[in-house]
């Protein structure tokens, strides 16, 4: 279950009714982006997109799952400065999967650094920012990775060459301002920041407290932790690309290689939002149908193949839930 890392101390009655009523609303829009993919195609040429399936090419795209976490055990234990043993990390990592798969991914987050804490003893501290380090260097992978097969299938994608120039100039204005913000922060009166944290602050005086224990990063940490942090990061990014590919091998669907690993980027970018629930329902389907149709793909291939890779894929994580205990019980 996930484990608070930081105990509330106020009336904790309007905060859990506001807390179910916006996951209630994102479970409904999922329902909505699901049900507006239902009634968008033709489900007799989906079923006889998906019974064409390649086996061969299909088990290749399954090893993005291991493979995955695989990699994010080994990150998580590079940025707890291994006071986790590997073996533990791996147990770690698929139950925070599961967690996020079928909650929502903040969920996954806050069970993640509760457990750390709790049951390994990693200080709080260092079990949040290795969360948001982890977190941003898949941001900075997932654009750096992105723009470069943007720019290997520019001439596909002259239709959305403005959209893509625009997304870009936003995602370099975000990165630059969260930037200045630490660095502004890292200057401020941290004590003052600080006060975020205490019971019955405004969420912008939490959102400052937060910026203030992001920024206390050490240096030598930093700088011990960086660059293996983005290699993982960018491993992984080749690994969901890579899987995409192989998917839509195995379903038929005519499309390039850099295509097919731009569409498995960004639908994993979108899908990856903290705000998303059951594993990017809804988001990562749809994402990924009308990102396929935008290169050509028919709905109902893109459709069946993303329905039977995602189905694969709860069946997998329900698996790993039921026989991965957790962590400390």
């Known amino acids: 279950m996930p484990v608070a890392l930081n105990r509330y101390s106020g009336n904790p009655k309007p905060y859990a009714a506001s807390a179910r009523w916006w996951f209630l609303g994102r479970i409904a829009a999922a329902l909505i982006l699901i049900a507006w993919l239902a009634t968008s195609v033709e489900w007799h040429k989906v079923w006889q997109s998906a019974g064409g399936v390649s086996m061969p090419?299909?088990?290749?795209?399954?090893?993005?799952?291991?493979?995955?976490?695989?990699?994010?055990a080994w990150r998580y234990r590079l940025l707890v400065?291994?006071?986790?043993?590997?073996?533990?990390?791996?147990?770690?990592?698929?139950?925070?999967?599961?967690?996020?798969?079928?909650?929502?991914?903040?969920?996954?987050?806050?069970?993640?650094?509760?457990?750390?804490?709790?049951?390994?003893?990693?200080?709080?501290?260092?079990?949040?920012?290795?969360?948001?380090?982890?977190?941003?260097?898949?941001?900075?992978?997932?654009?750096?990775?992105?723009?470069?097969?943007?720019?290997?299938?520019?001439?596909?994608?002259?239709?959305?060459?403005?959209?893509i120039l625009f997304a870009m100039a936003l995602s370099v204005a975000i990165l630059l301002a969260l930037a200045i913000t630490v660095?502004?922060?890292?200057?401020?009166?941290?004590?003052?920041?600080?006060?975020?944290?205490?019971?019955?602050?405004?969420?912008?005086?939490?959102?400052?407290?937060?910026?203030?224990?992001?920024?206390?990063?050490?240096?030598?940490?930093?700088?011990?932790?960086?660059?293996?942090?983005?290699?993982?990061?960018?491993?992984?990014?080749?690994?969901?690309?890579?899987?995409?590919?192989?998917?839509?091998?195995?379903?038929?669907?005519?499309?390039?290689?850099?295509?097919?690993?731009?569409?498995?980027?960004?639908?994993?970018?979108?899908?990856?939002?903290?705000?998303?629930?059951f594993g990017g329902l809804g988001v990562y389907e749809v994402s990924t149908v009308v990102l396929f149709a935008a290169f050509g793909v028919p709905v109902e291939a893109g459709a069946g193949m993303i329905l039977v890779v995602r189905a694969i894929y709860f069946l997998v994580m329900a698996a790993a839930f039921l026989a991965v205990r957790a962590p400390g019980q």
């Open 57 to 72: 090419w299909l088990l290749a795209s399954l090893f993005y799952i291991p493979a995955s976490i695989a990699l994010v």
């Open 81 to 163: 400065n291994g006071r986790v043993a590997y073996p533990a990390m791996l147990r770690l990592v698929v139950f925070q999967g599961a967690i996020s798969t079928f909650l929502a991914n903040a969920a996954g987050s806050l069970s993640f650094m509760g457990i750390l804490a709790r049951v390994y003893k990693v200080p709080a501290e260092l079990a949040l920012q290795s969360t948001v380090i982890a977190r941003a260097g898949d941001m900075c992978a997932s654009l750096l990775v992105a723009a470069l097969l943007c720019a290997a299938a520019w001439h596909r994608l002259a239709a959305f060459h403005t959209l």
């Open 183 to 277: 660095v502004a922060v890292r200057r401020a009166d941290r004590e003052s920041l600080s006060e975020g944290n205490a019971t019955g602050a405004s969420m912008w005086q939490k959102l400052a407290g937060f910026c203030a224990r992001v920024a206390r990063l050490d240096s030598a940490y930093l700088s011990a932790v960086l660059p293996g942090t983005l290699l993982q990061s960018l491993a992984l990014q080749a690994v969901v690309a890579v899987a995409m590919y192989l998917n839509a091998r195995a379903f038929g669907l005519e499309i390039g290689f850099f295509e097919a690993a731009l569409v498995g980027i960004a639908s994993s970018f979108l899908a990856s939002v903290p705000i998303t629930v």
